[in-house]
């Protein structure tokens, strides 16, 4: 008892039923706190597992609802790029990204119906850029001041 962190606790019962007596109770303090402490270890771990579980959730649905899918719009770009015009995403969903594959499924659509170029298109579309890209080293200048001595 002595030289021991203990919690003391102190009572005294109805005066009519035992009058001049009072209840003194010492309890060890590790003792008293072992529950508590072991409680307190336990929801720590519950609370780490749940944050892990939480973040490989989100770590997930990222990969398959973003990433995944930036993927196939990127290999398409790609494909363009390289020349592949019958490439086409077709994302399903409603997310923004589906959104954006439809949109870039409409242009492909778009350019392979009305834009696809002609050899003959070509050679005249060449020299219009030479004279387009003439007329761009050659800006014009023009300036403009304003008066501002009038209302």
């Known amino acids: 008892m002595f030289g021991a962190d203990r919690i003391m606790a ?3 019962p109805d005066p009519a039923t035992l009058p001049g007596v009072r209840v003194i109770v010492g309890i060890d303090q590790a003792a008293a706190r072992a529950d508590v402490d072991q409680a307190v270890t336990t929801m720590t771990w519950m609370i780490a597992v749940t944050l892990l579980a939480a973040v490989l959730i989100a770590m997930l649905g990222a990969i398959r609802y973003i990433r995944a899918p930036l993927g196939v719009l990127r290999a398409a770009a790609l494909r363009w790029r390289d020349g592949d015009r019958a490439t086409r995403v077709r994302l399903p969903g ?5 959104a954006l594959g439809r949109v870039f499924d409409e242009m492909a659509d778009a350019t392979e119906r009305g834009e696809r170029p002609s050899p003959i298109s070509c050679r005249t579309t060449s020299s219009s850029a030479r004279r387009s890209s003439a007329s761009i080293e050659r ?4 300036s403009a001041s304003w008066d501002r001595s009038r209302p």
């Open 139 to 142: 800006p014009a200048v023009a």
């Open 94 to 98: 409603r997310s923004e990204i589906a």
């Open 10 to 12: 102190q009572g005294e």
